[in-house]
């Protein structure tokens, strides 16, 4: 709520659409990511990340006839969907589940809270869009989770108490 403010919204059937969409897919990261690390230990992350991207397409063809572009796209924007593809997804998939593989599904799920900060990054850079306080306020708690979750405070502390023990 900080990081998009504090506003009325009015819940349109879209709106319902876009946020029930958000929760499944924070259900299933939820659920994928012990799976994977439990069911394909031994996979390497290319072959799991290989799958997951034809899974998906497979699962999406059902609405390609709905989706047909009006015109044909233009080479600056098929590239466009190429590089966000290859470079963004592909790749991103790919250390997402070699993540998972060396340091758990708990602490690779961390990587999903980045998110928001990134979106509000490119969106400033790329389209020129305004960085708001509250944005950076929620920007800087999402990092606090993260660390939290990862347990950088917890490292801190114990290294405090394990001092004073030791002087004692």
Do not use: H
């Not at 994977?36 to 699962?59: E, W, Y």
């Not at 592909?90 to 997402?96: C, G, M, P, Q």
């Not at 990134?118 to 850079?125: D, I, K, P, T, Y």
């Amino acid at each position: 709520m900080i990081l998009v403010g504090w506003k009325t919204i009015v819940a349109t059937p879209a709106f319902v659409m876009a946020v029930s969409a958000g929760l499944v897919a924070a259900f299933m990261y939820a659920i994928a990511a012990p799976y994977i690390r439990q069911k394909l230990a031994g996979v390497p992350s290319l072959v799991v990340a290989t799958g997951s991207q034809l899974g998906a397409a497979f699962f999406l063809l059902p609405a390609l006839p709905f989706t047909i572009p009006q015109q044909a796209p233009t080479t600056i924007i098929v590239a466009s969907v190429l590089s966000l593809a290859l470079l963004s997804t592909a790749l991103a998939y790919i250390l997402y589940f070699r993540l998972i593989q060396n340091i758990g599904s708990t602490k690779s799920l961390t990587v999903t809270y980045l998110i928001p900060l990134f979106a509000m990054l490119w969106g400033a850079v790329l389209l020129k869009e305004a960085v708001t306080t509250s944005m950076i306020v929620g920007c800087s708690l999402i990092l606090l989770g993260t660390a939290i979750a990862n347990g950088v405070f917890k490292m801190k502390l114990g290294d405090r108490v394990n001092n004073r023990l030791n002087r004692k």
